[in-house]
């Protein structure tokens, strides 16, 4: 008979699950950076790289308090997300849509890591682990502000850019 699975096991879980995304975006973002076209998306990519290594940082400590080892396991969601952004860096190379492309795959990962900081944080503090809520309350503060950054940036330039070229 299998053994009860409990809140716990899906914390942990989803604990590994964002820790290896976490890593698997940290190598993306660099490559992202490179293909990008405007310095304002390079460094927007270079700084999240940054705050990215920082969110490990955090999710290794989140460990500690619940006293297992900080190892991540495949994340096929977060593979997928990332696999689109290469096809988008290899499908635009070189066009005005590029960095419009960019962004919006960088959306869909923080999109993923907002969802699942949420949900983390909120098996944290049902758990009472008070620590990690604020741990992962940090985390997920970054993503939403990234997110908004994003947002601007896209709005700001890259979608002009792109929009402006098809028009043309």
């Given at each position: ?39 304002e998306a390079k ?50 190379k070189g066009t ?12 869909a990962v923080e ?58």
């Open positions: 008979m299998p053994t009860e699975k409990t809140l716990n096991d899906l914390f942990l879980d989803t604990l590994k699950d964002i820790l290896f995304a976490e890593k698997q975006i940290l190598k993306a973002l660099p490559k992202m950076a490179r293909a990008a076209q405007s310095e460094a927007g990519f270079l700084q999240h790289r940054d705050e990215t290594q920082g969110q490990i940082e955090r999710l290794e400590q989140v460990f500690g308090l619940v006293g297992k080892p900080a190892r991540g396991k495949t994340c096929e969601a977060i593979q997928g997300i990332i696999s689109e952004g290469e096809e988008i860096m290899e499908e635009y005005a849509a590029l960095d419009a492309g960019l962004i919006s795959s960088a959306q999109h993923y890591e907002i969802a699942r900081y949420g949900t983390l944080k909120s098996w944290a503090a049902q758990l009472g682990l008070d620590e990690a809520v604020a741990l992962l309350d940090a985390n997920l503060q970054e993503e939403i502000a990234t997110d908004q950054k994003l947002t601007a940036l896209g709005e700001a330039a890259a979608n002009p850019k792109a929009s402006r070229q098809a028009a043309e």
